[in-house]
């Protein structure tokens, strides 16, 4: 029973690097999040997807790019990374309502 | 703009005691209010959520209450226990949260022994 499970869980990067971050939700689930997290800030959405195909911004996307291509599988990407983007990163799915989340990935720009 | 301001910041009570965090909101489209207890090196869990049809809502020692026309929710956990040490947010979203959450910032709850 993974639920959401998010990979890498720890990476970092040098200013300008890009890399993928992986979320995949085995519950069939029709949504999808992403959210960072900074101290003291509480959790910010970045992008979602409401089904397979469609993705929309949230509060804090400048910077991020995204892509849903299986149902299953919601991709972040960080096209030329910044020190502001070091965070951790969530993604959540859900059903309707109440959203699950992964364990996270902790993502430092150098 | 926050639209979802949570209070305290950090909070400590003693064992046994009853530990209260509170949160006010903004936009009156909000329908469903979830709150998320997080352990350090985890991601937020469901604790316990309401929707504004109801005035309270309680799962063993947790406790919501709702008060629609002021627009704030609070968190209650009677006989707080050192386990319930954590983070907690509240949330809140609308129409079943397919545009996603907005969160609070957060109370660091810890329970001395």
């Known amino acids: 029973n993974a639920g959401v499970t998010q990979t890498p869980k720890f990476r970092v990067l040098k200013t300008g690097q890009s890399m993928t971050l992986l979320c995949a939700q085995d519950m069939n689930h029709e949504y999808m999040y992403w959210y960072r997290q900074d101290p003291g800030m509480g959790l910010r959405l970045i992008h979602y997807s409401v089904g397979e195909g469609t993705t929309a911004k949230g509060e804090v996307p400048d910077g991020y790019n995204v892509s849903r291509l299986k149902k299953q599988n919601f991709l972040l990407g960080l096209e030329s990374a910044a020190p502001s983007q070091t965070s951790v990163y969530f993604c959540a799915s859900s059903l309707r309502g109440p959203q699950h989340f992964g364990d996270g990935t902790r993502l430092s720009i150098l | ?113």
């Open chain 2, 1 to 113: 703009q926050q639209q979802v301001k949570q209070s305290p910041q950090s909070l400590i009570v003693q064992k046994g005691g009853i530990s209260i965090i509170n949160c006010a909101y903004e936009n009156t489209a909000f329908d469903y209010f979830p709150w998320y207890q997080q352990f350090p090196g985890k991601g937020p869990a469901l604790l316990i959520a309401i929707r504004p049809d109801v005035s309270e809502k309680k799962e063993g020692r947790f406790t919501i209450s709702f008060n629609k026309s002021a627009k704030q929710f609070s968190l209650h956990i009677m006989d707080s226990q050192p386990g319930d040490s954590a983070t907690y947010f509240c949330a809140a979203t609308i129409d079943g949260g397919a545009d996603g959450l907005t969160f609070g910032k957060g109370t660091h709850l810890i329970i001395q022994p």
